[in-house]
């Protein structure tokens, strides 16, 4: 129990939080729509416990993956969170659908003035503020590694988006749904005040098929970036680092194998490296600690395996004319 406590402290700060407020966010979306019968609240609810149960999933997996490896498993659980993220899209794929399935019975047949305005964007507009707190949280987590000090403002939003790619898998969810959640009570003021002031009586079933589709997007994208982390991928940009960072040691002639393997938001890094025939065992020893304590520098590394090789006189690393002179 106490080791499960405090891989619980490590998980993903920003999905702890997004599943308890969404949580909050559900009930109050839930009373509202047994209240109003409004097919955007409706949509809206369904989008947030679908937000909680996801990132209550996400808390939960990014913190088993920092568990550390065991007999039965030699390599570790980084990969537990991937595998945890393709369950959870399943959830927000099923909620999607009801949620297009119902916006569209709404435009065939829409049921005109449903009253409750001001209650209907009470309700939206709490939760577009407590979802944009839960977002920025995820923006301060994405762009923390980034260097010249705290981002604020339009440069938060403007690095986390460029950097989102590089977010671990379970700040990468919770930064997209709740951009699709805060842009989807907005949404949803938009179409109950059209809905409610204009004859446009099926604008909060066009807003609830608008809502499911972004939430499709949303399964799409975390699907794909999931199903390659569950296979290990390569982190090209690390690899180009890790590889300067080598070269840059005198005694390494050439590169023969460099590969940086991401699971989860761990990375595992193996580095074949080719040395002068006539180095001696201790020097090269010397040469791999530092080499080593270089790379475990590196944020994510969690664990790098360097062998060696004779130079065998012929250029494997592209990179090899970027060696320090």
């Known amino acids: 129990m106490k080791e499960l406590w405090n891989l619980l402290k490590q998980g993903t700060k920003s999905s702890l939080w997004a599943a308890t407020i969404n949580i909050v966010v559900g009930i109050i979306k839930t009373i509202a729509y047994f209240i109003t019968g409004n097919v955007a609240m409706f949509a809206e609810m369904m989008h947030s416990y679908a937000d909680a149960a996801n990132q209550f999933f996400v808390f939960t997996g990014s913190a088993l993956s920092k568990k550390a490896p065991t007999d039965r498993f030699p390599n570790g659980f980084g990969r537990l969170v991937n595998l945890v ?108 005040t059209l809905s409610s002031y204009t004859p446009f009586l099926s604008a909060t079933g066009y807003a609830s098929v ?22 290990g991928i390569t982190v090209p940009e690390m690899e180009s680092t890790i ?19 991401k699971e989860g938001d761990q990375r595992h890094v193996e580095l074949k ?34 062998e060696f090789d004779e130079d065998d006189q012929v250029p494997s690393w592209s ?7």
Do not use: C
Not at 87 to 114: D, F, M, S
Not at 170 to 179: P, S
Not at 319 to 325: I, W
């Open 85 to 192: 993220l393709l369950g959870a899209v399943l959830i927000v794929g099923i909620l999607a659908y009801e949620t297009i399935k119902e916006g569209l019975h709404h435009i065939i047949q829409p049921e005109g003035h449903e009253g409750w305005f001001w209650l209907n964007i009470g309700v939206l507009g709490v939760s577009f503020l407590l979802e944009g707190f839960v977002l920025t949280k995820a923006m301060k987590e994405i762009t923390e590694h980034i260097s010249g000090g705290e981002k604020k403002g339009l440069r938060l939003i403007k690095q986390s988006f460029r950097h989102a790619k590089e977010a671990n898998p379970a700040t990468k969810l919770v930064f997209l749904e709740d951009l699709v959640a805060t842009l989807g009570a907005l949404i949803a003021m938009i179409a109950i």
């Open 210 to 231: 608008i809502i499911g589709l972004l939430l499709f997007i949303v399964v799409g994208r975390i699907f794909l970036d999931n199903a390659a982390g569950a296979l």
């Open 273 to 306: 490296i080719e040395v002068d025939p006539n180095v001696t065992i201790a020097a090269a020893d010397d040469m791999r600690d530092r080499l080593e304590k270089n790379i475990m520098s590196q944020k994510g590394v969690t664990d790098v395996i360097i």
């Open 243 to 261: 590889g300067i960072l080598a070269m840059k040691e005198s005694m390494v002639k050439d590169i023969k194998r460099l590969h940086v393997i």
């Open 319 to 325: 990179g090899s004319s970027e060696k320090e002179k």
